[in-house]
């Protein structure tokens, strides 16, 4: 027997998920029995609105036909008090919205929602079909506070008050953001985003794997951008729903199948895009669940996440090996562009080709030159030509060892001239002293303690001298101080030692 394709197989639990089971076809009639009934109430609700909104001085006169009862000593059926009080519930309320405590959240295999709604001293039931749970963007749980919206109503078969819920939201300030919040410390912390668990993506890909709804506009433009650059790669498509309650299981699922195919399937893709096109920040939740980030951090495929468009960011964007901006990005990113194959190839196939064609022809002129040489007719001839060639590669290594020689020469004179004119005697030999005083070098007149001697250090040797005071006088504005006026004028020490 041949082997099952893949996409049959992958999309096989979506076909059984959405067939009901014989188990659940009662239950799935009497929620279509309820629906219905509650379809045509809401629109009669409407109506009685509508009729009520008329007037605002004084209630709305009942006629014959409607379900609002009689005087008080009338006699009434149980349908007859549970449709007046459904008219009257939906007519007083309509549209609300309540908060409070999930309990008994159950979903039947029709797809439709049953759970109550609690607080400290009541509780409500409610129901929300199946078309409905697409804006549940996260996993109910018993003991969660949610906010529900939807129309207030009476189930007339029970008899008990209930609400038929279109929308479930997590209750309290932020709390979608604390909760993704929360979710991307944890796998941060565990290393999920880690830049060294990330993988390169193969560089021609010849199956790229999708999960995606198989009807959306993210899959056409994957598959448009795709055929424009790489028309080689395959696509293997897993649809699943991108949005409402069931979406993270599906998606977990799709890469979990993926990932488990061997490496051996002729359908296991090279490189995986999981994603979908933009919607608000609740139609995109399901990318932000736990369980799919954790399989797609588990998957033994490369992955690129791309999820709604460049502004938003999901956790899977941060668990997988490549983070793209919309779908059609992420096809750019997973095939390479045919167009600048193309191109490169020839660049290559060029620059291969000129060198080999250049070699050919020389190698050809010097087989050519050679065929006609005498050299071969004659070796001694060869031999004189070799040791001509010897003697001036001699005399090249000659010139080329005396100017080496120079060069060396010419350095180490500019190296000794520099260190001449860096030698700190150098300004003794033109008749400068050092003056030193306690072994200090003397670099101003006002350092100089007039009690203690200096010494004068000379090129050839070192004298001591003493300071002789100033003597007072007094200058004119005029006059200039000749040099005996000078301050802090030196005398040779009257020790005869020192004079000698």
Known sequence: MSEPDLFSVLSSEDEDSERPSNQDASSQDVSSQHEKASSASASSGETDREDSAGSTTAPAVPDSSSNVLPQRDTVHTVTELTHALKDTVESTFGDVTVEGELSNFKRAASGHCYFTIKDDDAQLRCVMWRYHTRHIYFTPEDGQQVRCTGEATVYPARGQLQLMATSMRQAGHGAQQAAYERLKRTLKAEGLFAADRKRPLPAFPSRVGVITSGDGAAIEDIRTVLARRYPLADVVLRPVPVQGIDAPQAIADAIGAFSALPAAHPQRPDVLIVGRGGGSA??????????????????TIPTISAVGHETDTSITDFVADRQAATPSMAAEIAVPDQ????????????????????????????????????????????LDQHRQHLDHVIERLTRSMAARVDRLRTRAETAQQRLQSANPRRPMQQGFALVTQNGTPVTSASDLNDDQPVVLRFQDGMRQARLVPDAPTQETPSQEASPQELPHRSAPDADPSAAG
């Open 282 to 299: 609740e139609d995109l939740w399901a990318f932000n669940d736990e369980q799919v980030a954790r399989q797609l951090a588990a998957c």
């Open 339 to 382: 167009q600048a194959l193309r191109s490169r190839i020839r660049t290559l196939h060029d620059r291969l080709r000129s060198p080999l064609a250049e070699r050919l022809r020389r190698h050809r002129r010097t087989v050519e030159r050679l065929r006609n040489a005498r050299a071969l007719h004659t070796p001694r001839y060869q």
